[in-house]
């Protein structure tokens, strides 16, 4: 027996890059007894899950699901399925998450092309334009909100691009959905997938996924099934629509949690939430950069979900997480790939976007700089953030 093992666990804020905190009312929905795959009321939560879904992803697709896993197997399903051996494939690379697409494309026999761009800037939509017709892509996938780098990616005219091309899209929306505009029918995107934990503020588990009736007709004609049986969405479907055909055991708990956090969403209104997470994304950023701090992302691209700030000379990054959650119980994430050591990112998600989170961060932020050395203005940030606040 571990000695110093803590559980219950300690209370945290969680604002890292996910997950964030889950609200009360999912947390209790999970306690909620279990129900049979087949019981026909569990059968009548999927359904109620699947409307949530697409009100919150803003389609009108049939196949709306969730997939049994995290993100990436939401990431998975969309990749396996949509890519066929001997695809050209095109994926905008600006950070560590459309590295792990790419790398998923090929895993599944797709001539894989790289758009990138610097870990900071957005990818160049001509640059992805001209990919697409130069290898004559089957397939296009983006990642709208990029959590290793902080950066709001702009899709409108990705997806265009693909659609003028026959071309499909993916993107990758685990980290913006419930948190900045996720617009998948007026995007024209035709595979959106996301998370629970990031800004729908559920545990990790499950990730809603839909598909377009474009791309649903290339997957349906496959001829060679995908590789993966688990993530198979004609399999997945066929359990999730009235066929009810035992695929797995649906992650029952998931399922309520999911079904209980869109409830949340929708009773906030999307409009609104959307403006809170901008509203105290901006104060963070601007409490940031008063306090004498330099933000990584591109000024008009950064995300207001998740904010990567640059880790001044002779500041050591990990001290500095350290202090947050041992003396503050904050949890914020350090940098990813070739920004470690160089970022933190902070990330202000579902139920972790609130001004007060925003306010004491910068307190303890700030006087674990000045202690560490760096002359943080804390006085100068809190009267930032609340004039953003205020604003
Ligand atoms: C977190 C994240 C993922 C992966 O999700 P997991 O839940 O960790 O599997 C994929 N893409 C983006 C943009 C993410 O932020």
Redesign the pocket.
């Known amino acids: 027996m571990s000695a110093n093992v803590h559980f219950p666990p300690p209370r945290r804020i969680l604002m890292g890059?996910?997950p964030s905190g889950a609200h009360p009312r999912v947390l209790r929905a999970m306690t909620e007894p279990l129900l049979g795959h087949l019981d026909p009321d569990f059968l009548r939560i999927m359904d109620s899950c699947r409307e949530k879904l697409r009100a919150v992803l803003r389609t009108a697709n049939r196949v709306t699901l969730a997939t049994p896993g995290?993100?990436?197997?939401g990431?998975e399903a969309a990749v396996m399925n949509a890519v066929q051996p001997g695809d050209d494939v095109v994926v905008g690379v600006c950070g560590y998450?459309g590295g792990?697409i790419a790398e998923m494309a090929e895993r599944a026999g797709g001539r894989v092309t790289r758009v990138e761009a610097p870990w900071g800037a957005p990818v160049d939509p001509e640059a992805v334009r001209r990919a697409i017709r130069e290898r004559r892509a089957r397939v296009v996938a983006i990642?709208h909100?990029?959590?290793s780098t902080g950066v709001l990616q702009p899709v409108e005219p990705i997806a265009a691009a693909a659609r003028e091309a026959g071309a499909l899209t993916i993107v990758?929306c685990?980290?913006s959905l419930g948190g900045v505009p996720v617009e998948t029918d007026r995007w024209g995107a035709d595979i959106v997938y996301s998370?629970t934990?990031?800004c729908l503020s559920a545990p990790?588990g499950a990730?809603p996924i839909t598909v377009s009736d474009e791309a649903w007709q290339r997957i349906s004609s496959r001829e060679v099934p995908p590789n993966s049986w688990y993530l198979d969405l004609r399999l997945l479907e066929a359990y999730w629509d009235e066929r009810r055909t035992y695929h797995h055991t649906a992650p029952i708990s998931m399922v309520y949690a999911l079904h209980e956090a869109l409830s949340l969403v929708l009773e906030e209104g999307l409009e609104a939430r959307w403006a809170r997470h901008e509203r105290n994304g901006r104060a963070l950023q601007a409490g940031l950069e008063a306090m004498g701090l330099t933000l990584h992302a591109q000024p008009g691209y950064r995300l207001p979900v998740l904010t990567t700030v640059k880790v001044p000379e002779g500041i050591d990054e990990a001290a500095i997480r350290k202090g947050l959650l041992e003396r503050y119980s904050i949890e914020v994430g350090g940098g990813l790939g070739e920004l470690r050591g160089r970022v933190w990112r902070v990330g202000l998600m579902g139920e972790a976007s609130t001004p007060g989170n925003v306010l004491y961060f910068l307190s303890a932020f700030g006087r674990l700089l000045r202690e560490a050395g760096f002359r943080a203005d804390i006085r100068a940030a809190r009267e930032a953030a609340a004039a953003a606040l205020a604003g």
């Open positions: 890059p996910g995290t993100g990436t197997s990431m998450f792990r990642v909100a990029e959590t990758d685990v980290t998370a934990q990031k990790p990730a």
